[in-house]
C-alpha cells in the first residue's frame, strides 16, 4: 500500500512552459485534492475532486487545470508556467475528513 | 468565509518541557478541526482531529488538543517534548465543499524548535 505518491520530487521550468505534476493513491478515496504551500502561508487550496469526473476549484485555481479520469489519478498541469508559481505542491486523499498527503513536489519557475 | 489564525510562527522548547501551540479559528457553524504535523521535507501528517464530543481529544505521538467553542480556539499540547517533535505544526478547520464534502483551510503553521 504505497498511499499517496506524487512525482516528480523536484522541478524547475522556464516562464511560460507548460507541465503537469502528476498524484496517484492507492486507497480508493474518492476525495482528492491538490495544495500549494508557500512560506508564511500555510497551505492554500487549488483544486479537489470528489469522484471521476467531477472537479471544483479552491482559493488558488488560476493558472491550473485538473482533471479525474479515474479514482487513482488526479494529475495538475500549469498551462503556461509563472514566476509566482514556484511553491511545493501537495497532492492528498481524504477519507472521512482524514487527509493523506503525498510527500510534495517542490516546483522552481525561472 | 472560515479562517484559522496561528498567532506564534516559531516557539522554542527545551526537551522535556511541556508544549502549548495557540489555534483561533473562525467559522459560522460547529467546525471540524484539526492539527497536522510536517517534519523536514515531508507531506503532513494527521496529529488529531474534533469533530463533536468529548472537547478533549488525543492524538498520536502523545498529543491532545482541546476545544474552547466560548475562546473559538483549539489548542495543541504535549506534556513532555522530545528532539523528535521538532517540525511545523498547522490547525485546519474543514466545511462542506459544492459536493458535499469537506475542504479544509490551514493556518499559517507554527515551526516548533527543540533545544537540549
Same mark, same amino acid.
Given at each position: 500500500?504505497? =498511499?499517496?505518491?506524487?512525482?516528480?520530487?523536484?522541478?524547475?521550468?522556464?516562464?511560460?512552459?507548460?507541465?503537469?505534476?502528476?498524484?496517484?493513491?492507492?486507497?480508493? +478515496? $474518492?476525495?482528492?485534492?491538490?495544495?500549494?504551500?508557500?512560506? =508564511?502561508? %500555510?497551505?492554500?487550496?487549488?483544486?479537489?475532486?470528489?469522484?471521476?469526473?467531477?472537479?471544483?476549484? %479552491?482559493?488558488?485555481?488560476?493558472?491550473?487545470?485538473?482533471?479525474?479520469?479515474?479514482?487513482?489519478?488526479?494529475?495538475?498541469?500549469?498551462?503556461?508556467?509563472?514566476?509566482?508559481?514556484?511553491? #511545493?505542491?501537495?497532492?492528498?486523499?481524504?477519507?472521512?475528513?482524514?487527509?493523506?498527503?503525498?510527500? %510534495?513536489?517542490?516546483?522552481? #519557475?525561472? | 468565509?472560515?479562517? #484559522?489564525?496561528?498567532?506564534?510562527? +516559531?516557539?522554542?522548547?527545551? $526537551?522535556?518541557?511541556?508544549?502549548?501551540?495557540?489555534?483561533?479559528?473562525?467559522?459560522?457553524?460547529?467546525?471540524?478541526?484539526?492539527?497536522?504535523?510536517?517534519?523536514?521535507?515531508? =507531506?503532513?501528517?494527521?496529529?488529531?482531529?474534533?469533530?463533536?464530543?468529548?472537547?478533549?481529544?488525543?492524538?498520536?505521538?502523545?498529543?491532545?488538543?482541546?476545544?474552547?467553542?466560548?475562546?473559538?480556539?483549539?489548542?495543541?499540547?504535549?506534556?513532555? #517534548?522530545?528532539?523528535?517533535?521538532?517540525?511545523?505544526?498547522?490547525?485546519?478547520?474543514?466545511?462542506?465543499?459544492?459536493?458535499?464534502?469537506?475542504?479544509?483551510?490551514?493556518?499559517?503553521?507554527?515551526?516548533?524548535?527543540?533545544?537540549?
Amino acid at each position: 500500500n504505497a =498511499g499517496v505518491t506524487q512525482t516528480p520530487k523536484f522541478q524547475v521550468l522556464k516562464t511560460g512552459q507548460s507541465m503537469t505534476l502528476q498524484c496517484a493513491q492507492d486507497m480508493n +478515496h $474518492e476525495y482528492m485534492s491538490w495544495y500549494r504551500q508557500d512560506p =508564511g502561508m %500555510g497551505l492554500r487550496l487549488i483544486h479537489y475532486s470528489v469522484g471521476a469526473g467531477i472537479t471544483d476549484q %479552491g482559493e488558488v485555481p488560476n493558472g491550473y487545470n485538473v482533471s479525474r479520469s479515474t479514482t487513482e489519478d488526479f494529475p495538475l498541469r500549469l498551462l503556461s508556467a509563472a514566476p509566482s508559481q514556484t511553491s #511545493v505542491y501537495f497532492c492528498a486523499s481524504s477519507y472521512r475528513y482524514e487527509q493523506y498527503f503525498g510527500p %510534495g513536489t517542490r516546483l522552481t #519557475v525561472t | 468565509a472560515q479562517s #484559522v489564525t496561528q498567532p506564534d510562527i +516559531h516557539i522554542t522548547v527545551s $526537551e522535556g518541557a511541556s508544549l502549548e501551540l495557540r489555534c483561533n479559528y473562525s467559522y459560522g457553524a460547529t467546525p471540524y478541526l484539526f492539527w497536522y504535523v510536517q517534519s523536514p521535507g515531508q =507531506g503532513l501528517q494527521l496529529l488529531l482531529k474534533y469533530f463533536s464530543g468529548d472537547t478533549l481529544v488525543q492524538g498520536i505521538k502523545g498529543f491532545e488538543a482541546e476545544f474552547k467553542r466560548s475562546q473559538s480556539s483549539f489548542n495543541l499540547r504535549k506534556p513532555s #517534548v522530545h528532539w523528535s517533535d521538532a517540525a511545523e505544526y498547522f490547525c485546519a478547520v474543514g466545511r462542506l465543499s459544492n459536493f458535499g464534502n469537506e475542504k479544509l483551510t490551514f493556518g499559517t503553521g507554527t515551526r516548533l524548535t527543540i533545544i537540549p
